[in-house]
């Protein structure tokens, strides 16, 4: 079974705060995804990564920023974050392939007051 | 307007019943359908996945495919309390590469 974890699990930062996602995978995947799942809109991707450097716009990445630093390592950064942004964060990884199945981490749930 | 849309929003099912889901893309160059199932507080994992016309089936779970009219169905007999979740569909294209387009979802609730 894949392993995906994330940290931290919880966050509750103001408007206006930094914040920073951790998601990290041994299972030696080349892709890293982020998504954020909200009620009404499913789950929608914000940014990609195939590889240590590589950053892939998602579907919905306007007021994110991401860095893949390593394999296994991939972050996602809120520099300003919003009342918006208040959401459950998603991070997945799959091996290299057009239909290879994507594992998911536990998820962090971000408030933003 | 979502890509990916999955009929009903919600579902209840006694025990031991049949429960239908299905799902649409209106993406032409979609070839590949994923169901994923997430559990109350937990992550999506993937039940199955389907590429060819037609149908397949694992244990309690068929899936149906018409990529035609890019439609599939999600199907899971005999239901148990355990099957209460969140599915999700998903689509993916080969020229999307690794990138997957989720539907909404349908929130199954079985009743013992």
């Known amino acids: 079974e894949a392993a995906v974890t994330q940290s931290p699990r919880n966050k509750v930062t103001v408007t206006g705060g930094n914040v920073t996602l951790s998601c990290r995978q041994t299972?030696?995947?080349?892709?890293m995804y982020w998504y954020r799942q909200d009620t009404g809109h499913g789950l929608r991707l914000i940014h990609y990564?195939?590889?240590?450097?590589?950053?892939q716009i998602g579907d919905v990445p306007d007021g994110y920023k991401a860095t893949r630093t390593t394999q296994e390592d991939f972050f996602l950064l809120l520099e300003l974050a919003s009342p918006s942004q208040t959401s459950l964060y998603f991070c997945a990884s799959s091996g290299t392939g057009n239909y290879a199945e994507q594992f998911f981490g536990p998820g962090t749930r971000l408030t933003v007051l | 307007q979502q890509k990916v849309q999955q009929s009903p929003e919600s579902l209840i099912v006694p025990e031991g019943g049949m429960a239908s889901l299905n799902c649409t893309s209106s993406d032409r160059n979609v070839d590949y359908f994923w169901w994923y199932r997430q559990h109350s507080g937990k992550s999506p994992k993937m039940l199955m996945?389907?590429?060819?016309?037609g149908e397949k089936e694992e244990g309690r779970f068929t899936v149906h495919l018409n990529k035609a009219s890019l439609h599939t169905s999600l199907h899971i007999r005999d239901s148990q309390p355990s099957d209460s979740a969140l599915y999700l569909c998903a689509a993916a294209s080969n020229s999307a590469g690794n990138k997957l387009t989720f539907g909404i979802g349908t929130r199954v609730l079985v009743r013992p």
């Open positions: 299972n030696s995947h080349n892709y």
């Open positions: 996945s389907i590429f060819s016309n």
């Open positions: 990564s195939y590889g240590a450097g590589n950053l």
